[in-house]
């Protein structure tokens, strides 16, 4: 059974900077394609960072530059780390697992979200 569990999100104000956490149990996140997605009030989630099986990372393009995503495979938990913190990065933060092989394999896979929210 595929376990994802996010940790970290709290509320900061404009300028700090928080490290999110992702432990995954049931599945490999360095053998698989990794991300994180985050959701405001009234919009659509949408993807901030992914990192694929073989370490290539992509940003979307109002964090780069602030925000880096990185895995720890002996404890097999994924990292977000933010710097420069601003309003509009508030949202719940959710950790996304696609098997490499997918749709043969079954997923994606989510975890339930962690708050972020940032005041002005």
């Known amino acids: 059974q595929v376990q994802l569990v996010e940790s970290g999100g709290r509320l900061v104000q404009t300028g700090e900077s928080l490290r999110l956490s992702c432990g995954a149990s049931?599945?490999?996140?360095?053998?698989?394609?990794d991300a994180w997605y985050r959701q405001a009030p009234g919009k659509e989630r949408e993807l901030v960072a992914g990192?694929?099986?073989?370490?290539?990372?992509t940003y979307t393009e109002s964090v780069k530059g602030r925000f880096s995503i990185s895995r720890d495979d002996a404890s097999n938990t994924m990292f977000l780390h933010m710097d420069g913190l601003q309003p509009e990065d508030t949202g719940v933060y959710y950790c996304?697992?696609?098997?490499?092989?997918?749709?043969?394999?079954?997923?994606?896979?989510w975890g339930p979200g962690t708050q972020v929210s940032v005041s002005s």
């Open positions: 990192i694929t099986r073989g370490g290539i990372t």
């Open positions: 049931g599945i490999s996140l360095a053998s698989n394609h």
């Open positions: 996304n697992v696609r098997p490499f092989n997918y749709p043969r394999t079954p997923g994606p896979y």
